[in-house]
Structure formats: C-alpha cells, structure tokens
C-alpha cells in the first residue's frame, strides 16, 4: 500500500486538519469530528446535516456551505459515525426552524441518525429524516435493507440545501429531499477495487481483465462480473439499469439531471469520454439533459469506475440546482 498518510489510526483526524486549514470559512471540531459552516446557525433557517463514513470525499465534508448543508459527521474510513456526533451537529447548527437529516440508506448510518434524533428531540429540537437509496444495482445486501444510498445523495443534498436557503419551512425542505430522492436512480461500475488504510490491500479481488456491474461505494459486489468493456458498453449497460427504474416525469419529457461521477480514482479525461457516451444515448433515446456535472463527488477512496445518476427535474428542481452555492467542492 502507498497512501498518503502518517498512520491509518490517524487518517481522520489528520485529514479534518487538513480541511480546516484550507477552508477558513468552515469550523472544524476535531473532538466530535464534525464540519460546521462557520455562519451556523442562521437565524430562521432550516439546519441541514448529513455524515457518513470517512473516504467518500468530497461528500459530505466538501459540501457544508450556503446552499448546501450546514454540518458533516465524518465517521472513521467506511463506517458511520456515532450518535453523540450526529447530535452535536444538530445542536450547532439549530436556530429555531429544525434540523433536517440526511441519510444514505445503509443500516448504521440509519439507526445511529434515529438515535441522534431522539436525543434532539429530548433537547427541544425538531428533526425530520430523509433516507436516500437511489442504487438501483442490487435490493438488500451486507450493509443494507432495500436499496443502497450513492450518487444522488448529492442532488438531495443541493437542492434541499437551496430550499433551506431560502426560508422554506422543515415540512417543504424534508418533503423537497423526498421527492428528489424518489425521482432519482444511480448505477456504479468498478474497474479496480478500493484500499482502505486499515486493511493495507484491496477490498476485494477483481482480475486485470474484468470489471464489476452494480458496486456500492463502500467496495460492496455488484450485480455481475464481465470481461472489460468499452467506455460506449459502459454506459449503455448503465443506462439500461437507470433507465428501467426512473419514474416517468410529471409532465411529457421532463428533463433529467446528469451526475457522471467518478470513484475516486477516475481521470477526468475517462469521465468526460464516458459523458460522451452518456449524453449521446440519453439523446438517441429521446431523454433531455438539463444540467450535467462531471467529476469525483462521492468516491470510494482509489477506486476507478464510474457511477451515472439520473433525476427527473421539474421546474422547481432546476431553479434550486441553479440557485448559488458556496461550498469547497461544489460552488456557483
């Protein structure tokens, strides 16, 4: 293994340090291992917080700003944090209107988040919880009951972000998170397995000659094991996947959201080839792309593949995408 690292034991906490001092306009709390923007709380707004597992980077520390969440739990490389940080966070960013939780669907990350909502709930804070499971790949597995929680998370988490931002009550921003999470499916495909710091190897054995169909991003089996394909059968097997499962638009060719999203370990020359494609079929199959966004967003440590996800978008939803954003991986 060659990572960049002092020691595994310390990945986190070293990383969070990095983080702070790159990013002034963030509040680090490295006891609670927390990402808090430096405004919070904003008076009158809705308090937004997601976490998860550490590795997945930039999600969700790279997402605190205005228009997007206001707080990150960051748990150790693939696990989820723990209660008492995800009440923390709520607790920081609260100022009166509630907190919203955000929550990829894998089963730790679901019940340490109910639990920090009960211990919220027990300080006078009001919480709603919106799971997103948008991988359409496999339906229950090791990590979870029902569909995995990837890509979309971040479309959930902008556009909630740009209805708190602007005033909207809890009910409409945690309803809002709801009917994006519905309206959105997501298909990944791994050319290489990932390596933790811990384990020092990959997490899973993938000759030179395969690829794996449907992984999760925690290094989790797909669907199936094939022989290399070419960036064009990439994306029509993907397609294929999102496809079968995106609900049909509320009006006649309603638009779609497009996150080309690489693993982590994917060149951006790869992603927007693969974007080509991509675009090219959406096109021949009478689908309108409204908004694109290309590049590592929520990744698997080293792990080159790619993950495609779709939403469909109503008027409200693009207004929200086009709203500002100030974040450090995400801004415009």
């Known amino acids: ?13 070293d990383a969070l340090r990095g983080l702070a001092a790159a990013h002034p306009e963030l509040s680090v709390d490295l006891e609670h291992r927390i990402v808090v923007r430096r405004d919070a ?7 937004l917080v997601s ?16 228009g997007m969440l206001d707080a990150a739990c960051a748990g150790e490389v693939f696990t989820s944090p723990v209660p008492d940080q995800m009440a923390a966070a709520t607790a920081a960013v609260h100022a009166g209107a509630g907190v919203l939780h955000i929550v990829k669907n894998y089963t730790g990350d679901v019940l340490n988040f ?83 710091p811990a384990k020092g190897g990959p997490t899973f054995d993938l000759p030179a000659d395969q690829l794996e169909l449907g992984i ?25 996947a999102v496809l079968a499962e995106l609900p049909a638009g509320g009006e006649p060719g309603e638009p779609v959201l497009v996150l080309v999203n690489g693993m982590g370990g994917t060149p951006l020359l790869e992603l927007y ?26 990744t698997s440590l080293d792990m080159a593949g790619c993950m495609v996800t779709l939403c469909r978008a109503d008027e409200e939803f693009l207004r929200l995408w086009d709203a500002p954003v100030r974040t450090p991986a995400l801004r415009w």
């Not at 080839?273 to 409204?290: Q, S």
Request: hydrophobic letters at 40%; aromatic letters at 2%.
């Open 51 to 66: 976490g998860g597992g550490t590795g997945h980077e930039p999600l969700h520390s790279g997402f605190v700003g205005a």
């Open 216 to 240: 999760g991003i925690h290094g989790e089996p797909g669907r199936e094991r094939r022989a290399m394909m070419t960036a064009r059968e990439v994306a029509e097997a993907s397609l294929d």
């Open 114 to 196: 109910r639990m920090a909502a009960e211990l919220a709930e027990d300080d006078g804070i009001e919480v709603r919880q919106v799971v997103v499971d948008d991988d359409v790949a496999v339906v229950d597995s090791l990590y979870t009951a029902g569909r995995r929680g990837t890509g979309a998370t971040l479309f959930v988490e902008k556009l909630a972000g740009a209805k708190a931002e602007a005033g909207a009550p809890l009910a409409e921003v945690a309803d809002l998170a709801r009917r994006v999470n519905e309206r959105s499916r997501s298909f990944g495909v791994a050319l290489t397995a990932c390596t933790t």
């Open 1 to 13: 293994m060659k990572k960049l690292i002092n020691a595994p034991e310390d990945v986190v906490p």
């Open 273 to 298: 080839l693969l974007h080509g494609e991509i675009d090219r079929i959406l096109r021949e199959r009478g689908v309108p792309v409204a908004r694109v966004l290309v590049g590592n967003y929520v």
């Open 41 to 47: 709380p904003v008076s009158g707004k809705v308090g």
